[in-house]
């Protein structure tokens, strides 16, 4: 194997959702490869503050503003990355959410506010990359979907609060969708140099799991359901985002990568 298989130094990345959870780790652990990394979140004091953190230990860290749900917004924040890096060679979309605003009323309310996080702003996404990684000839863009794209969440009683329970099929259908779009994407970009692969994780420890991980019986389910028996955390992704980001991956393309204690495999 080359010893530089692996390699990051000089590359740049777009992450969005980075000011937090799988994102905010993501963003670090690229950081401290040697990527000059791009803080992409609606939390724009969340995203300064990570890149601060970031730039305190030595890494590049710039923090956009960015609204994945408005292609406007995604458009103007891929840009100001360009503007800044001049090149974007990894693009990872981490933003996403898996319930309802405290604005959105009903069922519709809530699938229409999830979809167009963890849907839609994924392909808005990946179209501006794209438009960027073309002229390059080269990129990696990594999706990040769940292992909710092929099993159906399953909680303990009592149940968490019903905006999250009503959550749960636009969050299912919108990472199922992102699952089918990484293998669109692959097929038609593949002409252009550019990989497009997918990460599925399985529970995870985040700010988004809070809710649900402060209930012991939900702890005591998913840790009887897991085969490795226990909850992810966001590090347990760390090699997985430098395989996919580095040279090391440069063959594959179309892929989902399931990360999830072995959960999915009953």
């Given at each position: 194997m080359r010893p530089d298989v692996f390699d990051l130094t000089g590359k740049t990345a777009i992450i969005t959702g980075g000011a937090s959870g799988l994102g905010k780790r993501m963003a670090e652990t690229l950081a401290a490869a040697g990527v000059s990394v791009a803080i992409a979140d609606i939390n724009e004091p969340g995203a300064q503050q990570i890149a601060n953190e970031i730039t305190a230990k030595g890494g590049n860290a710039l923090p956009v503003e960015m609204d994945v749900s408005d292609p406007e917004s995604v458009m103007g924040s891929v840009a100001q990355v360009l503007s800044a890096y001049g090149t974007l060679d990894i693009g990872i979309n981490a933003a996403g959410v898996a319930a309802g605003r405290e604005e959105d009323k009903t069922p519709v309310d809530i699938w229409n506010h999830v979809i167009n996080i963890d849907l839609n702003g994924v392909y808005y996404c990946c179209l501006e990359y794209a438009s960027v990684m073309k002229k390059q000839r080269h990129g990696k863009?990594?999706?990040?979907?769940?292992?909710?794209?092929?099993?159906?969440?399953?909680?303990?009683?009592?149940?968490?609060?019903?905006?999250?329970?009503?959550?749960?099929?636009?969050?299912?259908?919108?990472?199922?969708?992102?699952?089918?779009?990484?293998?669109?994407?692959?097929?038609?970009?593949?002409?252009?140099?550019?990989?497009?692969?997918?990460?599925?994780?399985?529970?995870m420890n985040t700010e988004m799991t809070t809710e649900i991980f402060r209930m012991p019986e939900v702890i005591e389910q998913i840790e009887k359901e897991t085969p490795l028996g226990k909850v992810g955390q966001p590090k347990d992704l760390d090699g997985l985002i430098l395989y996919l980001s580095s040279g090391a991956s440069d063959f594959m393309t179309g892929s989902e990568l399931m990360i999830d204690g072995g959960y999915s495999i009953w």
């Open positions: 863009i990594i999706n990040i979907a769940s292992m909710s794209a092929t099993v159906v969440n399953n909680f303990p009683q009592p149940p968490v609060e019903d905006s999250r329970l009503l959550g749960i099929p636009a969050y299912c259908a919108a990472k199922a969708g992102v699952k089918q779009l990484t293998k669109v994407l692959a097929a038609q970009l593949s002409q252009h140099g550019i990989r497009v692969n997918c990460i599925s994780p399985g529970y």
